[in-house]
């Protein structure tokens, strides 16, 4: 059985941003990003707090770990973007203009090409996306807030209408932060449930040293966020 990767750590996550090559399984690419890395060691550890303090990361332990706003974001951005060589380049870039030895207006007029393209791109995916008419997925039950359908992908149980128009952000995250720290595991029978009461049984825990416990998991929808509290079960 393949294992899971480990979590990064402060340590092992400024490490993998100096050597980002490291992640990339081409070889020619690899060579070529040797010397390139996420930031500078000045701004390594600043970038980190900055993704803990907008609540993209979140500690746990000695551990970072995403939280639903970090994953969401991910799925949003376009692949491209996501690329770590994409960021070694720009930064490799950056550093040979600060030497004296790029150009920073052909640099700029790259990026605002690149822009431009993505833009494009993410428009027309969100045409072909609203035109489809034949979508062959099993709806699991419909959205409270907008009506639409909900979907269960890979990281979450989401409203179709995230991608379309007018948007709708409704989604239940496997792997939300309220969850981790509960040990609560949803079955998507359970999401059902959740959805059409706001409320559902479960099994968690009230922290890492006690057995489970089955307490009643209710959700308020603010329109914006779903937030997320347990009671004890009085049946």
């Not at 600043?46 to 000695?62: P, S, T």
């Not at 040979?96 to 791109?121: C, P, R, S, W, Y």
Request: hydrophobic letters at 30%; aromatic letters at 8%.
């Amino acid at each position: 059985m393949t294992k899971p990767k480990k979590y990064f750590t402060e340590g092992t996550l400024v490490s993998a941003m100096a050597n980002i090559g490291k992640s990339v399984d081409d070889e020619i690419l690899k060579e070529s990003l040797k010397d390139k890395g996420l930031g500078t060691p000045a701004t390594r550890a600043g970038i980190i707090e900055k993704l803990l303090k907008v609540g993209y990361i979140y500690r746990k332990k000695n551990n970072l770990l995403p939280t639903a706003k970090g994953v969401q974001t991910i799925d949003i951005v376009p692949d491209k973007l996501k690329l770590p060589e994409i960021t070694g380049e720009w930064e490799y870039q950056l550093n040979q203009i600060a030497k004296g030895e790029g150009d920073l207006l052909a640099f700029m007029n790259g990026i605002k090409k690149q822009v431009h393209e993505l833009i494009n791109t993410a428009v027309d995916e969100t045409k072909v996306f609203e035109e489809s008419e034949n979508d062959s997925r099993k709806a699991l039950a419909k959205c409270p807030r907008c009506g639409k359908r909900i979907f269960e992908n890979q990281k979450s149980y989401a409203c179709e209408g995230w991608r379309r128009k007018p948007k709708c952000t409704y989604s239940i995250w496997k792997e939300d932060r309220f969850f981790e720290d509960k040990g609560i595991r949803l079955t998507s029978k359970q999401v059902v449930e959740l959805i059409l009461n706001q409320q559902v049984k479960i099994e968690y825990q009230k922290n890492e040293e006690e057995t489970p416990t089955v307490g009643i998991l209710k959700v308020e929808d603010t329109g914006r966020y779903l937030n997320y509290t347990i009671e004890d079960d009085q049946s």
